[in-house]
């Protein structure tokens, strides 16, 4: 009997750590979005890991945080044409955790202000890798592409869905 009372424990851990870690990266992506629309670029940049890289598509990607500063500060070509009037959001979002490393996979829907109105900037499907380092989970990689584009969706999503 104490071996099924510490078999059942374990697995009570095993269960908790794994909710524990789904809603730490949850707390990651929230994170990320703030940071953005509120221009605390560092802090943006800190959400990924030394190699971390951002890829809106196959000629649009960052990686490092040298060049996720150059992304996130950039007032022509980056996110500093719609800091202070944006709203990041991240929906349906399926998480898997193995161990120190993790994945998700969900949308993404930028709202913008304009003028006295709101809009939808942008719509995406994201692929989201994840690094726990020092008990932090870190962005590793972000694919994203446009909803209804070519490239959007794929087969992972595809196999949480039909298992």
Not at 17 to 46: H, P
Not at 117 to 137: A, E, P, S
Not at 140 to 150: E, M, S, T
Request: overall charge negative; glycine content about 12%.
């Amino acid at each position: 009997m104490a071996a099924d009372a510490d078999a059942k424990l374990v697995e009570l851990e095993q269960r908790l750590q794994a909710l524990e870690d789904r809603e730490k990266i949850r707390e990651t992506l929230a994170r990320y979005s703030f940071t953005a629309d509120m221009g605390r670029s560092r802090e943006y940049v800190e959400n990924y890991t030394d190699d971390g890289t951002i890829d809106l598509g196959p000629s649009t990607k960052w990686s490092g945080h040298e060049e996720l500063t150059d992304f996130i500060t950039d007032p022509a070509g980056g996110h500093k044409a719609i800091e202070g009037r944006c709203m990041h959001t991240s929906v349906n979002t399926f998480i898997r955790v193995e161990g120190d490393a993790a994945w998700a996979e969900g949308y993404s829907v930028v709202y913008t202000k304009e003028g006295e109105g709101y809009g939808v900037y942008t719509l995406g499907y994201n692929h989201w890798t994840f690094k726990k380092k020092d008990g932090r989970w870190l962005l590793a990689y972000r694919h994203r592409r446009p909803v209804g584009g070519d490239e959007w969706g794929g087969d992972v999503i595809k196999e949480f869905l039909d298992g």
